[in-house]
Structures are given as C-alpha cells and as structure tokens.
C-alpha cells in the first residue's frame, strides 16, 4: 500500500458527520467552521532516515523546515498561518546543543510568518529523531483542490526543481564553489513559502508542490476531475538548475517535474498578467490524464511521478 492508497483508505472510512467540517481528507489543509470565519488544520511529520539526514541538514534548517512545510499547506488554501502545535520525540542522549538550535530554526520561522507556538508534546523515541508539527490558518474563502474548470490556465510561482537538484548535490557532496550551489541547497534545506491569494485574485484550485509537479497536479485534477497539459518550453527553470544539471548529467526536465520539495504553489485561473513571479505552463483540459508538448510539438502521455511514501 502505498501513501495515495492510504489516503483512500482513510478518506472513505472516516466521513465527518459535523456539519462544520467543511473541507476534510484529501487537501492541503482542513478548513472547519461556518462562513464567513473559517479555520484550517495542517499537520506534517519529519522522520530521520526519511525526511531527512543529519549529514546534510543542521538542526536550525531542521527547525526551520519543519514549521515552514506546514505554513506552505496554509497559503495553499489562501489562508494566513496562526497557531503552531510541535511535537518532539528524540533519543536518549541528545544534546541540549542539538535541541536548542533546532528551537532557533523554528522560532526563526515563526517569527517569519508571525505565528504563536502554543503547545505540543514530547517523547522519548528509541533510536531515530521524529518531529511533528500542526499548524492552525484562518481564511474567509479557501482554495480547494476541486475547483480547477476546463479551459483554466495552469500557473506556477517561483522556479522548479531546484530543491530536487540541491538535494543531488549534498548526496553526491559534490565539490563546487559555494555560490554556485548555495540557492539550490537553500531551497532544499530552508524553504521559504509565499502567499499567492494577496496578490492573485479568482484563484480556482490551488495545491503546494511538495512531492513533484507532475504528482501534486495529478492530485489537483484527480480533485477537480479534468485533465492537464503542460508545455514544456514553459516550465521556469533556473540559471542553477541548468548549471547544475550538466555537471550531475541529468536532465533538468526530470527535477522539475518529478523533483518535489520546492514548496512552490501550483493554481489554475483565468489569464492573469503582469505578476512578477508567475509563469503560466499549461492548461486545463476536459480530456483525462496528464499530457505534455514537447518545443517541437510533440504531445506525449506524463506519467504522475513524484515521492510517494510507501507502507
């Protein structure tokens, strides 16, 4: 069984009977409440030897990552980040250094994003290092998965892959000047999510990208019950990427859309123009499926590939 059966699995067991639950299994946040207040949940987990590496990432981008994933699930579904539940649960033995500069990553992300930690819990674990943490939104119209409609023009913020790069980079620890692999690392390790809703009014469907383009999109459409093409000319890539991707001779292309991890937002609208930070890289469509057009043209299948855990 693999994380997307699972989710069926709950999804289909579990049907709320409170009329309040507005929104349950299978967005990027809850949304709970009666109009025109309504609050979002959000939880995410960090697992050593899953999530992360202790090799790779210090406990401050430790810290610091944890809360920010969630605060990504929140402005997802156009809502402004509130309250933070943290859960710890670390081996016996661990130094009071440790902990200390994984507090420092998360209070620095909370400051960010101007949000109150109110409590949580702790645990002993028996050998590796597990976090959580719930964070609680408020919206007063939030952007589900569902609504993206035929037609709709397919938008990203910021660039892609870059995280899936940065990540090659610290598992093959490839020896490179450290401005040249800095942002990709950066955004591996300490992403910093933005809200879309402020600057992007009539926002159809929206989801963060967080296991892969061509997954999170599959996941929006399979919501929304449409199709998608991509073009691939369209696709932001950065100077970094493309760089970097000669080096580790692999294909830009298959970071971008199978990459994960780069915490940016992926939405449908109408056309929208003059928004810095935005590329349009597709359209929603009636037809079933996921499809990309290669420069010459060409239409060929995309399969929904991305991380996936597994059971």
Known sequence: MDELELIDLLRNRFSPENQKVLKGIGDDAAVIGAYPQLFLYTTDMMIEGIHFDLSFIT??????????????????MGGEPEFLLLNLCL??????????????????????????????????????IFLSATLTGVTSSPILRSGARPGDRIYVTGTLGDAACGLEILKRQVKLEEEIKYPLIKKALMP??????????????????????????????????VGAIIFEEKLPLSRELLNLSKI????????????????????????????????????ITEEDGLWITGKNGEKRPLKPEGFVHKT
């Open 248 to 283: 580790l001779h692999m294909d830009p292309l298959t970071f971008a859309l199978s990459g994960g991890e780069d915490y940016e937002l992926l939405f449908t609208a109408d056309k929208i123009t003059g928004i810095e930070g935005i590329t349009e890289i597709g359209r």
């Open 59 to 76: 406990p401050f981008q430790l810290g610091f990552k944890l809360v920010a994933r969630n605060v990504s699930d929140i402005f997802a």
């Open 192 to 225: 910093e999510p933005m809200p879309l809703h402020k600057r992007v009014k009539d926002i159809h469907a929206m989801i963060d990208i967080s296991d892969g383009l061509c997954l999170d999109l599959w996941r929006l459409c399979e919501q929304s019950k």
């Open 91 to 128: 081996p016996e033995g661990t130094e009071r250094d440790f902990v200390e500069k994984l507090l420092d990553g998360i209070e620095e992300c909370i400051r960010k994003y101007r949000i109150d930690l109110i409590g949580g819990d702790f645990s002993r674990s028996p050998q590796n």
